[in-house]
Each structure stands twice: as C-alpha cells, then as structure tokens.
C-alpha cells in the first residue's frame, strides 16, 4: 500500500518562499517512476483545487493558473521524492497542501483531476500572513 508525508509547510510571510516535499513509501511492484504525483490545496471554506502535477518518466509539468510562475513541481524517483518549491507567496495561497500519487497515467501527461489519484497524503499546513 503505498503511502505519502508531505512537509516542509509552515508560517511565512507574503512574498517568502517555501519547499514542501512528498516522501512515497510503501511501493510493491512499480517505483515511484510509475505514478503521476499531484499537489492539491484546500483553504477553510474552499473546495480542494489542484495545484500541480508531474507526469512520469519526461517529467511534464502542469500548473494551475493561479501558481504559474510561482511554484515549481520536480521528482527526485532516486530518493522517492516529490517536491513543490513555492516563491512570492501570498495570502491566497494559505491552505493545506496535499500530495498524491496516480497510478494510471503510466506515459501520459498528468493531469490536475483529484479522481485520479487513488493514494494521498495527510496533508502540511502552509501559512502565509504578516
């Protein structure tokens, strides 16, 4: 059963930076390679929204709008790894951060669809205030 740790979050000024990683443990036959990892975020009173996503193998990234430019997603598969490093942060981007793994875009570009992944995090909490 496969199993994911966020951290990294924490309390930070707007305009500051942070770099949340994704530990994936848990693997029985395929390595991380395999899966399509995503970043989600949920703020108090808000629907969970896809953040960003890395494809296997190439790598391809996607972003949401509102993190283009700012955030960048990257995979370390030696280290089992998924990182989300985050520059001119805002208050906007207060909420939850939750990585998971999908296990069915084996050669495909990932996409930004929570019904996608069947393996989640517990999710780090990421703070931006004055």
């Known amino acids: 059963h496969l199993q994911l740790a966020e951290s990294g979050g924490g309390l930070v000024q707007p305009g500051g930076s942070l770099r949340l990683s994704c530990a994936v443990s848990g693997f029985t036959s395929a390595s991380l390679d395999y899966y399509a990892i995503g970043w989600f975020r949920q703020a108090p009173g808000k629907e969970r929204e896809g953040v960003s996503c890395?494809?296997?193998?190439?790598?391809?990234?996607d972003y949401a709008d509102s993190v283009k430019g700012r955030f960048t997603i990257s995979r370390d598969n030696a280290k089992n790894t998924v990182y989300l490093q985050m520059n001119s942060l805002n208050e906007e981007d207060t909420a939850v951060y939750y990585c998971?793994?999908?296990?069915?875009?084996?050669?495909?570009?990932?996409?930004?669809?929570?019904?996608?992944?069947?393996?989640w995090g517990q999710g780090t909490q990421v703070t931006v205030s004055s």
């Open positions: 998971a793994a999908d296990p069915g875009s084996f050669k495909k570009m990932c996409r930004m669809k929570s019904t996608l992944y069947d393996y």
């Open positions: 890395i494809s296997t193998e190439d790598g391809r990234a």
